[in-house]
């Protein structure tokens, strides 16, 4: 269950990184469409929270990987630190403002809402484990090493 979990997480990430971009042109181009794209985005973002929250406490790279080590040995190693802490402290900032955007889409406010997208994609960007981060990289799709 865990392995098909994390395979679903990752083919969520790219379904939120499409559905920001989307989100993103469609709020700096003040487009009604920017309600219904903004649910879809909401509705993976939140799943993939929900995903990543179960891996986070049920894995051996989140909580119990703090509990074994100890939270100061988890800080000095990055890659512990990554998995630990990193990915999922900006993850959660990330589908926060993806949250509060959402809402000044609903009502249109189009600035505010691509401003709030393009700081949760860029938070987003910079805490996925690309495959070319080396200690922590995962791969593009589930099935490829």
């Not at 679903?8 to 920001?20: M, P, T």
Request: net charge positive; with cysteine; charged share 10%.
């Amino acid at each position: 269950m865990y392995k098909g979990l994390l395979d679903l997480h990752n083919v969520l990430r790219w379904a939120i990184l499409i559905l920001l971009l989307v989100a993103l042109i469609q709020a700096f181009g003040k487009s009604a469409g920017l309600r219904k794209s903004s649910l879809w985005l909401l509705i993976c973002a939140h799943l993939t929270l929900i995903i990543g929250l179960y891996q986070w406490f049920t894995g051996n790279l989140g909580l119990k990987l703090i509990q074994n080590a100890g939270f100061s040995v988890v800080m000095k190693d990055s890659a512990s630190r990554f998995w630990a802490v990193e990915h999922i402290t900006g993850m959660l900032i990330a589908i926060v403002l993806i949250t509060i955007a959402r809402g000044k889409a609903k009502i249109l406010n189009y600035n505010a809402a691509a401003w709030l997208y393009l700081i949760a994609l860029i938070i987003i960007l910079a805490t996925v484990p690309w495959p070319f981060r080396e200690g922590i990289g995962r791969p593009w799709f589930p099935g490829m090493k």
